[in-house]
């Protein structure tokens, strides 16, 4: 499957999620930062209605990749809705509040990356309304 010397291949049979450290808790997170140097990554599974913490990251940038379902996201303030089918990307800047929601029927699964890999330099904002 891998050769974590060189690389790492994970198929969705792979996935497991866990419980996220803090925001709505029917949300599933599979980290995998720990695979990475200079930048981070989550794979979210957002059930229908679920929602992430609304944030500004400081430092680093986001790309945000619907893998499945549609994910919406929360950009701007006032926020602005963007709804991101299945294969649909959001690049978003550092400074820019956003929050990861699932506003459809189906779950979604988004894969997030952040880069520099800076930990801790977000700031949590009080959450969106729609």
Do not use: K
């Not at 720990?34 to 679920?50: C, F, I, T, V, Y």
């Not at 956003?98 to 930990?119: F, K, M, R, S, Y």
């Amino acid at each position: 499957m891998s050769d974590p010397a060189r690389y790492t291949v994970l198929t969705p049979e792979d996935y497991e999620f866990t419980a996220p450290s803090g925001g709505d808790p029917a949300r599933g997170v599979m980290r995998l930062s720990d695979l990475l140097e200079h930048s981070r990554a989550n794979l979210w599974r957002m059930p229908p209605g679920s929602r992430g913490r609304r944030h500004r990251e400081t430092v680093q940038e986001e790309i945000v990749l619907t893998l499945s379902g549609t994910a919406s996201l929360l950009l701007g303030e006032p926020p602005e809705t963007r709804e991101l089918p299945s294969g649909a990307i959001a690049v978003v800047p550092p400074g820019t509040p956003l929050q990861l929601a699932n506003l459809d029927e189906v779950e979604a699964v988004v894969l997030i990356v952040g880069a520099p890999p800076t930990i801790g330099a977000a700031e949590y904002l009080p959450a969106a309304r729609d």
